[in-house]
């Protein structure tokens, strides 16, 4: 069974750092795209950071410059190094992974939380 565990959220001020980390177990073939999305109570959940098998990026406008994605693939393993953070980035953070099983699904991760105070 694929499962999908982060870590690395917590509570940290304006302007301070925190990095994300997401492992992919279980067995499966490939992780494909592997990416961050975050969602603050009554919004929909928003998409931080993606990373595609090729290499390439992409990232919401909110975050560039700050946030930076990678990935480990013999790990498959993606983390979120966030830098620069503003209040406005407060949310829960879930890890996201289109997984070759096979078959190729959608996995989430449970969440971690992010709280930048002001």
């Known amino acids: 069974q694929v499962q999908l565990v982060e870590s690395g959220g917590g509570l940290v001020q304006a302007g301070g750092s925190l990095r994300l980390s997401c492992a992919a177990s279980?067995?499966?073939?490939?992780?494909?795209?592997m990416g961050w999305y975050r969602q603050v109570p009554g919004k929909q959940r928003e998409m931080v950071a993606v990373s595609f098998s090729d290499g390439s990026t992409n990232y919401a406008d909110s975050v560039k410059g700050r946030f930076t994605i990678s990935r480990d693939n013999a790990k498959n393993t993606v983390y979120l190094q966030m830098n620069s953070l503003k209040p406005e980035d407060t949310a829960v953070y879930y890890c996201?992974?289109?997984?070759?099983?096979?078959?190729?699904?959608?996995?989430w991760g449970q969440g971690t939380q992010v709280t930048v105070s002001s």
């Open positions: 996201n992974a289109l997984i070759m099983v096979p078959p190729t699904r959608n996995y």
């Open positions: 279980g067995s499966f073939f490939s992780a494909n795209v």
